[in-house]
């Protein structure tokens, strides 16, 4: 009921930044997008609030890290995490009306020249390797976050290094929890307008091959039983 009651405040309350803040300067960033049934993998676009992505955000004390925006919809994240500080950020949106939005909202914020949206389903894309940090807000459900999760880690196979996952609203965990290549770092819950909502963190394990070879302590007991 609370959550359903702050919702509808957050949806109207968008609506009226969008009509009286972007609208007249030709942005379109609030206003929420559906553009799949009920049931599907993806998640419909709504935006990240400024305040939640600068609380995001202060996790990290250097911003010369390269940020990606997984299902970055109209680029309102893209938009605010620059304006933090972060100069190297990036998204990916799938759906195309909105990635379209995206471009133009970049166009007009004359960021189009240092931000790129790639205009695919996440588990297309080959970029990983360019990025050191990993933004999510709730985009997809569980088969699709199994495949970002596995060319994440081919990425950091290929090339080891400093790499954290900040993941907002993680209703997918168990799939990062289970990759034996990362551990969480943080866990906080974030309380704005009544509603509160989880942040994951994620390191890359640089030890996990070492964790990999040595047998749980079980294990080792049954087999010299036998
Ligand atoms: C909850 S919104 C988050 C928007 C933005 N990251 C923010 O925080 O303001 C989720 C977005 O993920 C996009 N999305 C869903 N599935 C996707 C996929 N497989 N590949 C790329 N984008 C996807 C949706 O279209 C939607 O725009």
Redesign the pocket.
Known sequence: MKIKMAARSKFFWDNFVHLVMEAPRGLD?SRN?Y??PDDH????????TGEH?KVLFSYFEDKNKRVL??????????YRIHKMGFEHVD?????TR?AGIAQRNMEILKLADQVTIYN??????TGYDNYVVI??????KGR?MEA?VCDVEESLMRQPRPFTVVY??PREHAVWDSSPMFYKSLEWTLAFSNVELDVYYYEFDPDYKRKERIPPFKKILESAMK
């Open positions: 960033f997008e553009p799949y993998e993806r998640i419909w676009y709504e935006r990240t992505l925006d997984i299902g970055c919809g109209k680029g309102y994240a893209l998204g990916i949106e799938y759906d909105m695919m389903d996440a588990t297309e894309f933004y999510m807000f709730h985009p997809f699709i970002v907002f609203h």
